[in-house]
């Protein structure tokens, strides 16, 4: 885990790891091929973020179109260091890469399943829509990038969500970040030893704050697997509409996996009364886990969220989240003490 305030990253053997530079970033195979540029539509971040201050300067026409072609404020500053350089011409050479194996053929369907599968109730990402492809080519740049991984299910929502406030090769960027920088890579290896790890931290997690709710998973043998999978694999993007989603990434930007582990934790607490008065396994995971992801089921479970007369939000929710109160230099330290190939926990000092 690298991304902890304050804390040094260490190896599994107890060694200090340097973490990546972007200027150590390449593609984790070599390209067949000569650079030659394709050319290729734009594509516009469509977020609001820098809306009012665009409305500021509206008279100057040409910021106000150029403010468009850019990263938007809010991710503007972890773009500029995770871009390596030759940032662009790197990304061009990875749309252009010929990998001809059978993994990569298998990656390029599933992109193409999972393209109408990504907000469909989201216009930009329609059918022949600019938006879907675009995100066509940034997973399939990623597929070639670590083509030892491919593309997994679960990153279109991430990929989409990036591309909804930056341009397509800092999206790009953006997502290698989270996928080396951020320890995102580990939940979609074999075996999965990332999401083992996060479900094993939700469950001490819930121990502490939420033992009535741990006692119910137990009873009914729920593991936490049985919800937290969509939520890692897509950073809640499957649960999360798209408009909020940057407010999701710019806080897991700045406080790393501690504050996934927040949004958790107030989800559960705020749906626990719910659960318990369940008494069917079916009843307590239809509460977590939405039957499909559209934007009507989406406002649903966020309305099972609320308390009395409230009317929340998902940047409600992410504020609350953020002022959480968790033992985070414990959560760290098991970030630091967990064994990715024994799936346990080291010791802890």
Request: aromatic fraction near 10%; include cysteine.
């Amino acid at each position: 885990m690298k991304h902890f305030k304050g804390m040094e990253e260490t190896s599994t053997n107890g060694s200090e790891t340097p973490p990546p530079s972007p200027t150590s970033r390449r593609p984790k195979h070599p390209l067949s091929h000569s650079l030659s540029l394709r050319p290729r539509r734009q594509h516009f971040p469509q977020c609001d973020c820098d809306r009012s201050l665009r409305g500021l300067v509206k008279t100057f026409s040409f910021w106000s179109q150029a403010s468009r072609t850019v990263t938007c404020s809010r991710f503007r500053r972890v773009v500029a260091g995770a871009l390596p350089p030759r940032a662009e011409e790197t990304y061009n050479s990875l749309l252009l890469a010929t990998v001809e194996t059978k993994d990569h053929r298998d990656n390029l369907h599933q992109i193409e399943l999972d393209l109408s599968r990504t907000y469909p109730d989201e216009p930009y990402f329609e059918t022949a829509g600019e938006g879907r492809r675009v995100l066509k080519r940034l997973l399939t740049a990623f597929s070639n990038y670590d083509p030892g991984m491919g593309y997994v299910q679960g990153m279109n929502f991430i990929a989409a969500a990036l591309l909804w406030h930056a341009t397509e090769v800092d999206s790009f960027w953006l997502l290698v970040h989270l996928m080396e920088d951020y320890d995102l890579r580990d939940n979609y290896g074999p075996c999965l030893p990332g999401l083992t790890k996060h479900c094993q931290i939700v469950n001490l997690i819930l121990i502490e704050h939420l033992p009535r709710l741990h006692l119910l998973f137990c009873t009914h043998r729920i593991s936490c697997e049985l919800f937290i999978t969509d939520w890692c694999f897509t950073m809640f993007g499957s649960l999360v509409p798209l408009q909020d989603m940057g407010e999701f990434l710019s806080q897991f930007l700045a406080q790393g996996w501690a504050f996934f582990y927040k949004v958790v934790l107030v989800i559960l607490s705020r749906l626990q009364s719910r659960l318990l008065q369940s008494t069917d396994v079916s009843d307590i995971l239809s509460s977590l886990r939405p039957p499909n992801k559209s934007q009507r089921h989406w406002r649903e479970f966020v309305s099972h969220l609320e308390h009395g007369r409230e009317s929340l939000s998902w940047g409600r929710l992410f504020r609350e989240a953020d002022g959480m109160a968790i033992d985070e230099d414990y959560i760290h330290k098991l970030h630091f003490g967990f064994r990715l190939d024994t799936s346990r926990f080291g010791q802890l000092e």
